[in-house]
């Protein structure tokens, strides 16, 4: 059931495990609108999912990483093919139906970006299962674990919480991203969750307008057990960074984007790479920012190059302490 790919690598530093990969195809046009047929420009295809989109990016900025996730069908080989091209040592994992798609087009009229996002597939108890088997046996010496994106229909909410486990017999720090029920379903072992401030708002089901409310929203994580630290992406209003000790405010860097997909990805791989040398998680946070304004300068979810992100990280500004003690 499992495939080995390029040569999957046992003793990457960072494994990333992407549950509901997709094929990323993009293309522009120079108006949308219904009922015409659209006459789209050229087509790029990247492999996409959010540990996909993580491993990807660290392996540019000199990580070594490995991912494992599922995939089925003729869309599941070519995103197997494309991880494998991109030099990521992969662990598939074959499942019976196909691996999905996300489409996005470019208004070149307006600068407007569509972004269709078809229903991952359905997996069964048993690719489940080896999922988790495959993890275990790609990061049996892996210093970090990054979980990312949605989980697909048939998997029960609590399955992060799975993986979260798996880390903690393993001593692998876990960084997970994801959102709505796959976020909600985990109670205790994360090292660090970014969730961005929609994702952040709806786990706690209530309004955060300010600084103050994002800061309390994350502390209750933290307090409850469920992760040490919280990195909230805010998009153009930066990042937030929160752990038992520290609230932290980081400014974004201005600039053009030229695609939006894939930014927040980046930034869990910054962030990742820059623990696993050995930085505190506030300059990995700088490092992220960094990756996540270089990936919006890229089309579709093109990776930015490891010189875009180490001039942007220069840029960074120092962050705002922020008062902990909201309550």
Excluded at 176 to 197: E, N
Excluded at 229 to 244: I, K, N, R, Y
Excluded at 315 to 323: A, F, G
Aim: hydrophobic share 45%; proline share 5%.
């Amino acid at each position: 059931m499992n495939s080995p790919g390029n040569g999957a690598d046992q003793c990457a530093t960072v494994v990333t495990l992407t549950m509901n990969p997709a094929l990323d195809i993009t293309t522009a046009a120079a108006v949308v609108r219904p009922t015409d047929k659209i006459r789209c420009t050229e087509t790029r295809y990247d492999p996409g999912g959010g540990g996909i989109n993580v491993a990807r990016v660290a392996r540019v900025l000199g990580a070594s990483v490995a991912a494992v996730f599922p995939a089925g069908g003729p869309t599941g080989a070519l995103v197997s093919e494309l991880v494998a091209k991109a030099a990521v040592p992969l662990h598939r994992i074959d499942i019976a139906e196909s691996t999905r798609e996300s489409f996005t087009v470019d208004e070149t009229s307006t600068g407007r970006q569509y972004r269709f996002v078809l229903r991952g597939p359905h997996l069964t108890a048993a690719e489940q299962a080896e999922c988790l088997d495959q993890l275990r046996r790609a990061a049996a010496s892996a210093e970090f674990v990054v979980a990312s994106g949605s989980l697909p229909i048939g998997v029960s909410p609590e399955f992060y919480q799975q993986v979260a486990d798996v880390c903690v017999d393993l001593g692998a720090l876990l960084i997970l991203d994801t959102s709505g029920c796959g976020l909600a379903g985990v109670t205790h072992g994360a090292f660090v969750m970014k969730p961005s401030l929609r994702e952040l708002r709806e786990y706690v089901g209530r309004p955060l307008d300010t600084d103050a409310d994002q800061v309390v929203a994350a502390q209750e994580l933290i307090e409850r057990g469920v992760t040490q630290a919280v990195v909230v992406s805010l998009g153009s209003a930066g990042a937030l960074m929160v752990t038992s000790t520290a609230c932290l405010r980081f400014s974004a860097i201005p600039v053009q984007a030229v695609s939006g997909v894939g930014a927040g990805d980046a930034m869990v791989a910054g962030i990742t790479v820059g623990l696993s040398r050995a930085w505190p998680l506030s300059d990995s946070v700088r490092l992220g920012i960094a990756a996540a304004t270089a990936m919006l300068m890229t089309p579709g979810t093109a990776t930015p190059t490891r010189a875009d992100v180490e001039r942007l990280h220069d840029m960074v500004s120092v962050p705002t302490e922020l008062d902990a003690a909201h309550h």
